[in-house]
T-cell receptor
Framework: EDKVVQSPLSLVVHEGDTVTLNCSYE??????LLWYKQEKKAPTFLFML????IEKKSGRLSSILDKKELFSILNITATQTGDSAVYLC???????????FGQGTTLQVKP | GAVVSQHPSRVICKSGTSVKIECRSL??????MFWYRQFPKQSLMLMAT?????????EQGVEKDKFLINHASLTLSTLTVTSAHPEDSSFYIC??????????FGPGTRLLVL
């Protein structure tokens, strides 16, 4: 059965800290891995990763995929209180076209 | 990124009534739309997948007669919760995708059934 597991489930840091969020996956006919940020409303898209070893960056956020180890990480440097959210990763299967979501990591950044 | 809207953003209804939620892709054609449900502090659970012009495919355990999905055009899908009950209260989120590209999410609809 396809599954996506995120760790840690929750994290509390102070502004300025760097955090690393983890995502491991087992997805049949894996096509891509996606990261989303969810605040009070629906998830907003962060990254889509399809190739191993190529880092994607957007400001203070970056992510990378390891297709051999079936793993991805999301890094946030110099965290700010506005980074507080639930971060979701999801595996996309070309088999089904569906996204399989992890449980999410709840990040709280304290001033 | 692409824009997906949902309407209404919040709805309160009495038990036994039906509620329709609309999902629109505003600046792209959505060949596939997905409907999710999210309970507090939980991840998104896929309810159904709909391709334009064909019947929706429901996930195991989701009653298709209770959650009616229509995807009549490339920019609009609707989810109707029929004869809603308090246990149907949840956050309903749609997403839309063009062919094999990224899924973009709507802002969600909070449903409260009294």
């Amino acid at each position: 059965e396809d599954k996506v597991v995120q760790s840690p489930l929750s994290l509390v840091v102070h502004e300025g800290d760097t955090v690393t969020l983890n995502c491991s996956y087992e997805v049949t006919n894996f096509r891509s891995l996606l990261w989303y940020k969810q605040e009070k409303k629906a998830p907003t898209f962060l990254f889509m990763l399809t190739s191993s070893g190529i880092e994607k960056k957007s400001g203070r956020l970056s992510s990378i995929l390891d297709k051999k180890e079936l793993f991805s990480i999301l890094n946030i440097t110099a965290t700010q209180t506005g980074d507080s959210a639930v971060y979701l990763c999801a595996g996309d299967s070309s088999n089904t076209g569906k996204l399989i979501f992890g449980q999410g990591t709840t990040l709280q950044v304290k001033p | 990124g692409a824009v997906v809207s949902q309407h209404p953003s919040r709805v309160i209804c009495k038990s036994g009534t039906s509620v329709k939620i609309e999902c629109r892709s505003l600046d792209f054609q959505a060949t596939t739309m997905f409907w999710y449900r999210q309970f507090p502090k939980q991840s998104l659970m896929l309810m159904a997948t709909s391709n334009e012009g064909s019947k929706a495919t429901y996930e195991q355990g989701v009653e298709k007669d209770k959650f009616l999905i229509n995807h009549a055009s490339l920019t609009l899908s609707t989810l109707t919760v029929t004869s809603a009950h308090p246990e149907d209260s949840s956050f309903y989120i749609c997403s839309a995708r063009f062919l094999e590209e990224t899924q973009y999410f709507g802002p969600g609809t909070r449903l409260l059934v009294l």
